[in-house]
């Protein structure tokens, strides 16, 4: 019995004769067998460097199915119910971060942000009368006192109060999902 790489086919002397391809590797009756019933099951032949076959299994679907044997391929909802997890988590932190309008101005709401606004806070809790140009978001500059700064902490706190709640709902959404595509139904995107 032989096997040749370039066509991926088995070949016998005494039938295939001269038109057997010239990479064809001698292989035994037992590993033919193997070979064969490895292909019923799922798995795939690949070759060596010198041509010699042998059995592998093919790679899953994605990272989203799991397989105790190596061919049969099951759906792993935790493995994808801990992706939309994270990547609730991450549209989260990115809607939180990239800041909130405020009567038409932008602004910030990083951590670095957050930090300058309790510094502001403090100054502006023993000097009530204090102003300060301050910056808003990128190129955008205004003039802060008490009054705004009451405004953007309220807003700051409803920015970070919608994007908490938002994860919370898609994450009580995420753990109510039985199937595949329940899970697939799942929108990662920030207000949908």
Sequence with gaps: MLYAKSTGGFY????????IPSDAV??????????LTGQAEGKQIFTDTEG????????????????DDGVNWI??????????????QAEKKRVKD??????????DSDDAANIAYLQLQVKLSSTPDYTIRWKASAGVWITMDAT??????????????????????????IASCTTAAELEAVSVVFGE
């Design 52 to 67: 010699h076959p042998f059995l592998v299994v093919p790679p899953g679907p994605t990272d989203l199915y799991k397989t």
């Design 148 to 173: 705004l700064f009451t405004s953007v902490a309220a807003g700051l706190e409803a920015h970070y109060s919608a994007c908490f709640a938002w994860q919370e709902a898609k994450e009580i959404e």
């Design 26 to 35: 001698e292989i035994t009756d037992e590993l033919y067998s193997t070979l």
């Design 98 to 107: 990239g800041g909130f309008p405020l009567d038409g101005v932008l602004f």
């Design 75 to 88: 759906f792993d909802i935790d493995t994808a119910k801990k992706n939309l997890f994270a990547s609730i």
């Design 12 to 19: 016998i002397n005494s039938i295939h004769g001269d038109t």
